[in-house]
Structures are given as C-alpha cells and as structure tokens.
C-alpha cells in the first residue's frame, strides 16, 4: 500500500473516532442535564410539595440556565479554538465547586411568593453546574467541525436529545428505585468527571486545529471553501423563536392540562417531556421520510386533537390523555422540523441554537409564570394549540384547484369567510348544546372539522377553524365557567366550585380531584371522605370520650373545611394548610361555611405542613389528621420518617395519628405499615364504603389510617380489630395492616413510588 493510500486510510480512522467522540461526549452531556432535573426536584420536595406548578417552575430555570449556556456557546465560538478550550476547561472546574450536586441551604420566606423564590432555591443550587453542562451540545457541534470532521453537525443534536430522554427516563425507572439521595449526588459527580475528561480529549482534537481566523469561521471547511455568509436577518430569528417558544409551552401545558382535566397521576410529567424531546430527535435526523409525514398531517391532528381538549372523558381518561400526548408531539416535531428547515450554515450554528433556546425560555415564561397568574384555568393550553396553527407548515390533504378557481388572494378571502362562518356554528353549538353530548352536535362539530380540512393552507383561516373545533366541543361551556367566578387559580393548583342541577349540593374539585363537599340544606353534616363512619369521622366523633373536653386537635389540609363540622365545645381546633388560595374559599369568601357554622374561632397556619407544624410546641394536640393530597399526587415529603418525627413531636404521648390514603392509582397502606414497624406506632386500617343510598347524599367511600405511640389508645379507638383478607377489604371494619412489603421506609433521602403503583386501579 502506498503512503498516499495510507495516509488516507488514517485519516478516515481519526474522522471515524472523532465522530465517535464527540457523539458519546454530546450524549454524556445531555444524560447529565435530565438526569439532574428530576433528581434535584426530588431533594427540594420536602421544602417545596409536589404540585404540579412547582416542575412547571423547575422547568423555566432550567430552560433559563440552559439559554445562558447557548448565549455563552455561542460567544465562545467566536474565539480561537485554544481559547475555546482553555475557557470551557475553565468553566467546568468553577463549577465543579458546586458538586456534590444538592439543594442549597437558605430559609423560605413565610410570606413570600412560590412563583419567584421557587426558581430562585433552583438557581442557587444548581447554577453554574447547568450552565456549564447546557453549553455542551452547541459547543461540542461547533468543536466537531473545528477538529475536521465535515458532515452535517446538526444530526449529533438528535443525537444530544436522545441522550436527554435517556437521562429523563433512567430516573424514575433505575436511579431513584435503587439509590438515595446521597448515592444519587455522588452518581451525578462521578458522571460529571466523565464528562470533564470527555471534554479534556475532545479540547485535544481541536488544539491542534490553529488559531487563525479563517479556522474559526470555517466549521470545518477549508480556507478556500470558507463560504461568506451574511448575517441572519432579524426576522429569521423571530421565526426560530417563535417555532420554539410554542412547542416549550405547550409541554408544560400539556402537562398541566392533563393533571388538572384527565388525570392526576404521578410521574405522568415524564410523558410530555420525553416526547418533546423525541420530537428533536426525529425533526433534526438525517432521514426525513418520519418527520415529513408528521408534518403533513399536523395541521389535520391539530383540527381533531384541538376540537377534543374540553371533551370530559370520565372513565376514558386515558383516551384524553393519549389525544392530548399525540397532539404534542405531532406539533412539536412538525414545527422543530420547520426550524430544521430553515437552519442556516453550520458556521452559523451557535446563534441557531441560541434563538431556539431564548424561544424554550419564552414558552416556559408564558406556562410558569404568567398564565397562573393571568387566568383562573389552564388556558394556556388552548392558546398555545390556536398559535401553533399559524406557524404549522400548511400542507394539504386534498386540493380541489381553488386557487386556480378563485386566485391567490380570492381563495384566502373565500378561506376565511367559510372559516368565519365555522366560528358562528361553534358559538351556536356552544350555546345550544353546551357541554352534553348529542347525535346532533356531533354532527355540527364534524361540519366545522370538514371546513377545516378545506381550509388548511390558509394560516388565518385555519387558527379561527382550529378555535371552532374547541369552542363547540365543551369550550363554550368552560368559558362560561370561568366568566362566572367558579373557577380559581393558585401556584398549588386550579380549583373548581360546581353546584349540581337541584343547587343542594356544592363541591370543591382540585383538578379530577373532588376535595370536599356540602348540603346546602344540611349545611354541618360532614359528608364525602368525612362521614360519620370515616376513621376520621369516628376519631374525631369520640376526642371528647377520648381525651376529654378540651381535646385539642390539628388538621392537616383544609379542603372545604368538612372537619370543623366536628368540633364540640371546649376542644381547641386548629388547621395547616399551605395553599391561601383554599383558605379564601373556606373562610374569607364563604363559598363553603363549614368553618363559618362550626368552628369560627379555628386556629389557621399558613405553609407547609411540615413547617408549620414544627412550629408548634411539643406534645400539643391529641389527635392529629393529614389530609393534605392533591388531587392522586403523592406527597412524599408528608409520608417520609422525617414527616413522621414531626407529626410525633407534635402529638402527646398517647395522641392519635390519622393518615387520609385514599388514591386512585397508589396502594399507600405498605408506606403506613413500614413506617409503623419501623418507628414504634401501634396501625390499624379503615375502609369505609358507604352504600347506595348514602353515596346518593354525598358520601365517598374512604381509606384512613390510624396510628398512636401507645396501643391503648388506639385499642380504644378502633374496638376489636380484624386480620385484613388478600384478597379484599372488610369495609366498616378496623383492620390490621399488612406486614410492610419491606423494612425500608420512606425517607427524604430516599423514597420511589413506583413500587407501590397499582396497575389493577389504573386499569380498572
């Protein structure tokens, strides 16, 4: 072989491994990122909760932090490479100051608002350690080229966000099961060193490319193939932001719109965030054939999708979530693929990147911050989905030739007025049919979809046939809802007050949750999960017989303030509640007047519950209630042994712990019982299923668990108790727990809900 073909053969060699190398360097990265986010949301849950608005806020920081990455990415590759190396080097060891990653260590303000110290905890915890990581895929691109590799730089981006789902998924799958906390830190820190020495040999490979000027703009070319290129026009930019900002929201709308509307499960923030980031994946491959398909048809998923997102789905949630899902992902890959179709120059690949990063951050801004407080529901959502109408490519299924028919500007005038007059059949639809569903509203509602498919290709036209679709199929009605003062809106949540069609009953709902309810002809009877022969209902029936006249007794969650309905004379009540929001509703507006009839004079602490109630002096009350779900989310930080040791702290010794478990997707009682083996408590289970003819007076079966330091007590609380059955329970029956799956308790070092998942509820 001669020394040419040698030489050839070696320099393919080095491509190869430099191809290989800054992949596995792009992909280490990215891992890094998503592994980080849910893992540093895990250690502030004790001091933040679980509500839904608290990732929506860890959210925004990190799109913030990972636009500060982009911005310093793109002003570092200007520079020569050596200088690129030397400051990225540098970079990563300021922030290597950081690690062990953790959450930094300042007091929550009592009277401040979650909406902006919230990110603030965020920021000071893990900063500089995302910016310096975010940097890594725009700048490793820009580093590949510069190293001499020629090819197209924009497929080692799919190749980042598949390295980014990877990350999101290994934590709630195999990280958080299998590690605590501490482990997990020292995990993220070993990685991080990888990382550092990934970087270190990828800083090699472009040290030796020069420092000339021409090498910095070239991208890979040679200086004669160097093309000149012109600046990037204003308008463009606007663009990418614009075809980013939009799909970056609407995962977060998505997210909330399916916690508040379809289901609150936990961990479903994993879905839309995950296939958000596939949508990079299959926008920015080098092969086309998915991502054009999707694109076509987007416009035609969002006309159905959009017309179905007010739709009450009842026990076919899941069919809401699937279309609420598919309508992300459509949208996100068609419009990252318009962004992919309209990249400039890889030489100019940083402030690409940096544009669709400052669009990531407006999208999160509009979601986490402005939409809680601008609207007292998820409206976002729908806006998102009618703005992404006009920025959707416009491809069409069918063309009948009415351009040539009626001309250009003739079919776009033609196009709105039939898209116009959709809008006039929605808002008669809406006010005819409001949110029942008929054979004729159907029929109406697939009038306005047909005209949508003949209008698509006309970006005005379609966004006004796209916010029919919505508006005659249940928009119209939640409109009306919310116009009329029902709904209301916090950082904890989106509440709903509904009356049914007699006005005898009236219910608080915190998304699917139903949170509380009232007989407004029997306005102190405690009805729903707090019936006379609840395990709260019972407890709290006999505290006088229990512990005496002045019994004292704490609430933890105020709901609608049910409760207060049974306090007696003499007792000293107070409540803990962290949302004011729900303190408004319960007492300062008399929506529901529980408090008001039964225990005006209530104590009301403000926070969290945890907070607060350390607050307390030791040893104060007699009976102690967590009631503090929201919707089916599981509050960890309420059920770890730290939670535990306050609320024992809180109660006398011979006190009575009672632990609300009711849930439609988790079986809690294992937690209980592990806790109970493990710190000393005395448990028993109750299971109250009320029949027919309570159920039809608002009665809600029910599952409380009760727990006290001393077996006395309870032994006088609960009577006999029964041997639980496996197979079912005994209703109306105190019961013994079953012996804990394990001997490891929650901790807020460590806790997984995924071993207490129950598929038989999901699929029941």
């Not at 503090?628 to 011979?654: M, N, W």
């Not at 294992?670 to 408590?681: C, D, L, M, Q, T």
Request: overall charge positive; charged content about 15%.
């Amino acid at each position: 072989m001669d020394a040419e073909s040698t030489t050839g053969v070696t320099q393919a060699k080095d491509r190869i491994g430099g191809r290989a190398l800054f992949v596995i360097t792009i992909l280490t990265g990215s891992f890094l990122l998503f592994l980080v986010q849910p893992m540093i949301a895990r250690m502030a849950l004790p001091k933040l909760g679980g509500a839904p608005a608290v990732w929506n806020s860890a959210m925004l920081v990190y799109q913030a932090l990972l636009l500060a990455g982009y911005a310093y990415a793109h002003r570092l590759s200007r520079t020569t490479p050596q200088r690129q190396a030397i400051v990225h080097i540098g970079v990563l060891l300021v922030a290597a100051l950081w690690l062990p990653i953790g959450l930094a260590s300042f007091a929550i303000p009592a009277d401040g608002s979650p909406i902006f110290w919230v990110p603030w905890l965020l920021f000071a915890s893990i900063g500089p350690l995302f910016f310096a990581v975010a940097a890594q895929a725009p700048l490793m691109q820009r580093w590949f080229g510069l190293a001499g590799n020629k090819g197209e730089p924009y497929a080692l981006y799919a190749a980042s966000n598949l390295g980014s789902f990877g990350g999101l998924i290994a934590y709630p799958i195999l990280v958080e099961p299998a590690m605590p906390i501490a482990g997990q830190t020292w995990l993220w820190s070993g990685l991080y060193l990888l990382l550092f020495l990934l970087v270190l040999v990828c800083a090699r490979a472009i040290w030796r490319s020069g420092d000339t000027a021409a090498d910095v703009k070239s991208f890979g070319y040679s200086q004669a193939e160097t093309p000149s290129l012109p600046p990037i026009a204003w308008r463009q930019r606007l663009y990418w932001i614009a075809l980013a900002a939009v799909p970056s929201g609407l995962m977060l709308s998505t997210t909330s719109h399916m916690t508040t509307d379809l289901m609150a499960m936990p961990l479903i923030w994993v879905i839309p965030l995950g296939l958000y980031l596939l949508s990079f994946s299959v926008a920015f491959a080098d092969n086309r054939l998915l991502a054009d398909i999707i694109s076509r048809i987007a416009p035609t998923v969002l006309l159905i999708g959009g017309a179905m997102i007010f739709v009450i789905w009842g026990k076919a949630a899941y069919v809401g979530a699937g279309v609420s899902i598919a309508l992300l992902f459509v949208i996100a890959v068609a419009l990252h693929s318009e962004m992919y179709r309209t990249r400039p120059d890889p030489a100019q690949l940083t402030e690409f990147y940096l544009m669709m990063s400052v669009g990531g951050v407006i999208g999160g801004f509009f979601c986490a911050i402005v939409a809680p407080l601008l609207f007292n529901w998820t409206w976002e959502h729908p806006i998102l989905l009618i703005v992404a109408a006009a920025l959707l490519p416009q491809f069409r299924l069918f063309d009948l030739g009415e351009e040539e028919t009626f001309g250009k500007r003739g079919w776009t005038l033609a196009a709105l007025i039939l898209a116009l007059g959709a809008l006039g059949l929605a808002a008669y639809v809406g006010m005819t049919f409001g949110s029942e569903g008929s054979r004729m509203k159907t029929a109406l509602v697939a009038i306005i979809l047909i005209i949508g498919t003949f209008v698509t290709g006309r970006r005005l036209a379609l966004m006004v046939v796209v916010a029919a679709g919505m508006i005659a199929n249940g928009g119209w009605s939640n409109i009306e809802l919310s116009a009329s003062g029902a709904r209301m809106r916090s950082y904890f949540g989106t509440y709903t007050i509904s009356q049914d069609n007699t006005a005898q009953v009236r219910w608080l709902s915190h998304g699917t949750t139903m949170h509380g309810m009232q007989l407004l002809n029997e306005p102190t009877l405690p009805i729903s999960y707090y019936g006379a022969n609840s395990g709260i209902g019972i407890a709290s029936r006999r505290a006088e017989e229990l512990f005496g006249p002045g019994a004292k007794v704490g609430i933890v969650g105020l709901g609608t303030g049910t409760l207060a309905c049974y306090k007696k004379p003499g007792q000293i009540w107070d409540f803990f509640e962290i949302d004011p929001l729900v303190v408004e509703i319960a007492r300062e507006r008399r929506i529901f007047s529980f408090l008001e009839k039964c225990a005006p004079d209530a104590g009301m602490h403000v926070g969290d519950a945890r907070l607060t109630l350390a607050e307390q002096p030791k040893g104060k009350f007699d009976l102690l209630a967590i009631d503090a779900f929201s919707s089916d989310s599981i509050p960890l930080h309420l059920l770890t042994k730290e939670a535990f040791a306050v609320y024992r702290r809180a109660l006398k010794p011979d006190g009575i712990l009672l632990v609300h478990i009711s849930n439609r997707y988790f079986d809690l009682d294992p937690v209980i019982a592990a806790e109970a083996k493990a710190g000393g408590w005395t448990a028993a289970l109750r299971f109250d299923s009320p029949p027919e003819m309570l159920t039809n007076k608002g009665m809600r079966a029910s599952q409380w668990v009760a727990m006290s330091p001393d077996p006395a007590r309870l032994a006088q609380l609960t009577g006999r108790v029964y041997d639980k059955r496996p197979a079912y329970y005994y209703p109306d029956r105190w019961i013994r727990l079953e012996p804990p799956r394990s001997d490891n308790r929650w901790t807020d070092d460590y806790a997984s809900v995924l071993p207490y998942l129950s598929f038989w509820k999901i699929l029941r």
